[in-house]
């Protein structure tokens, strides 16, 4: 089936400084990729919609310049989370839609963010 | 997309059929029914969908109430691997994004 590979899986970054995290689909496309945010004990909340060659499209409070979102290839999106401040501390999470399949999402492992 | 309503938790013998409710009075005709769950700090796995027939498959089964308005995953035979969060999502098909709810914690116990 269809698998997305995130890395890193685990970062830990002092604060004021930034971090990519990777998100690639290995055995399909995906035009479209999404990109959640989920603190503890809470649900999933989507942050961005990216597709392949455009500019993401952000959800209401979350800040652009902040959460720099590129997604240059089919199989290739990225996050960067600058100037990372302790409260961006979080797990990290993306979604990639096969090209051409409707229902198929397919989310990565997860990647847990510590700011110090 | 409609909205869902869960069980914030519920509790499952090894080895017996764990049964998750879902609650979408309001949705709308051309809304599926989606059945995510995530295992403690993974990412969301994909289990089934289904618009108004039951379906299965090699995971799970969606029973889906004749008006729509609520649903029923089943898991025939509970495994410990099975605890997780539960997500209920109804989208319309198509290029929508996924909402996720508080979903179920479904604990398996021994």
């Known amino acids: 089936g269809a698998v997305v590979s995130q890395h890193p899986s685990w970062v830990i970054c002092k604060s004021g400084t930034s971090v990519k995290i990777e998100c690639r689909s290995l055995d399909f496309q995906a035009t479209t990729m999404f990109w959640y945010r989920q603190f503890p004990k809470q649900s999933l909340m989507l942050m961005a919609t990216s597709n392949e060659g455009s500019k993401a499209t952000y959800e209401q409070g979350v800040e652009k310049d902040k959460f720099l979102i590129n997604h240059a290839s089919l199989t290739l999106s990225t996050l960067t989370v600058t100037s990372a401040h302790p409260e961006d501390s979080s797990f990290y999470i993306c979604?990639?839609?096969?090209?051409?399949?409707?229902?198929?999402?397919?989310f990565g492992s997860g990647t847990r963010l510590t700011v110090v | 997309d409609a909205k869902t309503t869960q069980p914030p938790s519920m509790d499952c013998a090894e080895g017996r059929a764990a049964n998750l409710p879902c609650n979408h009075s309001?949705?709308?005709?051309?809304?599926?029914v989606y059945w995510y769950r995530q295992i403690h700090s993974q990412g969301p796995q994909y289990i089934i969908h289904g618009l108004k027939n039951n379906e299965t498959n090699e995971m799970a089964s969606l029973i889906i109430t004749e008006d729509r308005k609520s649903s029923t995953l089943i898991l025939p035979h509970a495994t410990l691997r099975d605890t997780a969060v539960y997500y209920c999502i109804v989208r319309v098909a198509g290029y929508s994004t996924l909402t996720f709810g508080k979903g179920t914690m479904l604990l398996v116990s021994p």
């Open positions: 979604s990639a839609r096969e090209r051409g399949i409707s229902y198929g999402y397919t």
């Open positions: 309001t949705i709308s005709g051309n809304e599926y």
